[in-house]
């Protein structure tokens, strides 16, 4: 988990050099899980980073590759609203925690009860694509 603590935010980046919400996201998929997710990077350059343009991309995929789980499991989706729309993520890593990055802070984890994010969770989230041998019994989520 050490490796995934500390990356500088970058928007937009998707290695261990500089990332954002979703390329932590996408870094542990890949390196912890062996699931392979969309980068989103031509996307994302494409538009101006707007939280009103990511939105609607991250509901896009939400309805086509992942499935909403009531608790949570080691390496789910933690899909949170910043502001008024759901454009933020993190990945659960058990114990009420999750990790993350948002800027300009570079990627931690966190208590997801912490009063700044537990009104801001929306969702937890499971990828449909593959039952991961690497993915851990669901873990209790206490709030």
């Known amino acids: 988990m050490e490796r995934f603590i500390g990356i500088p935010y970058v928007p937009h980046g998707r290695g261990y050099d500089g990332a954002d919400c979703w390329g932590v ?41 992942w499935v909403k789980v009531e608790t949570p499991a080691m390496g789910d989706c933690v899909l949170m609203r910043a502001g008024r729309h759901d454009s933020h993520v993190g990945v659960f890593v058990g114990a009420g925690r999750m990790l993350h990055s948002e800027g300009p802070h570079p990627s931690q984890i966190e208590r997801m009860a ?20 690497k993915r851990d019994a669901p873990d209790h989520c206490p709030w």
């Open 25 to 65: 996201l996408y870094l542990y998929y890949r390196d912890v899980l062996g699931i392979l997710v969309p980068t989103y990077v031509a996307e994302m350059e494409a538009r101006r980073f707007d939280r009103r343009d990511i939105g609607p991309l991250m509901k896009a995929e939400r309805e086509r590759d």
């Open 114 to 133: 912490d009063v700044r994010w537990r009104d801001r969770i929306t969702g937890f989230y499971r990828t449909i694509h593959v039952d991961s041998p």
